[in-house]
């Protein structure tokens, strides 16, 4: 089976606040100039995010302004049907039935006001799943244009193997930090190297914990990574970033943020060289003991 193709940027821009940063659309349009200016040119959505109305948001600046659409790569998912009060469902569930899968890429394509989606993920894994029939319909999709690449979001390395096996999927995106590093022991991130599969990583800063939390794991962190970032000359959010891109299956690291100051310091992450010995002493304080 053949490995799919998609250059991302390391650093990828999270969307999922951007409704609450409260933009008008010229300065939507300028915050991504700004992040295209700082190399950073993937940019990451879910259709479920800001309460269904994050993509559109994203997308008014692309259709303010045509030209920033062939600098970057629109990258989304899809799978969570999610109560809102224009999506009355009586719980929450996943859906990943050809129906849905189709209906959703073509309303993030509207949204988007883009003719092709780059990456589209499934969002978390369905346990009513057929592997063979989602297979079909990325086969589909993408025949007709509507998407380039697949990937999966917070999927097990056997539930990555079963679709993978169907169809080539890009990446998986899940969660690391040094605050949350189930993916380092769970076989994730082994898979990703035996693949050849660079995986996307979501909250490298905790959920904003690195910085506010008071559980005694948040405090041990904070200390340790606040003498490294010192020793280093960098900030505690730079020094996050450098954490998780230290792993050799390459990752491409997302944030959150819509400051521009933010974005930068993730970026300056890419010229930090993290020695061994700091990544675990950031390792170490995260679990509370050194390594067996």
Known sequence: ???????????????WRIVSWQLSVPERVRWIEQALELGITSFDH????????AEAQFGEALKAAPSLRGRM??????????????HPYRINYYDTSAA????????????????????????????????????DTFATLTREGK?????????????FALLHQHHPLLTNQVELSPLQMNALDDGTLDQAQQLGL?????????????FTGEDEQALRVRAEMTDIANRYGISLTTLAF??????????????????????????SALNVKLNAEDWYAIWTASKGHSVP
């Open 147 to 159: 998407v380039a690449h697949w990937g999966v979001s917070n999927h097990t390395t056997s539930q």
């Open 198 to 210: 660079r995986p996307m990583i979501w909250s490298p800063l905790g959920g904003g914990r690195l």
């Open 73 to 86: 790569q629109l990258i989304t998912k899809c799978g969570i049907r999610l109560r809102s009060a224009q």
């Open 242 to 267: 450098a954490w998780v891109l230290r792993h050799p299956s390459r990752p491409h690291a997302i944030t959150g943020t819509g400051r521009i100051d933010g974005l930068r310091d993730a970026v």
């Open 46 to 53: 879910a259709d479920i995010y800001g309460d269904y109305q």
């Open 100 to 135: 849905y899968v189709r209906a959703q890429v073509e309303q993030s394509l509207r949204n988007l006001h883009t003719e092709q989606l780059d990456l589209v993920l499934i969002h978390r894994p369905d346990y009513l799943m057929d592997a063979a029939g989602l297979a």
């Open 1 to 15: 089976m053949p490995t799919p193709s998609l250059t991302l940027s390391p650093i990828i821009a999270g969307l």
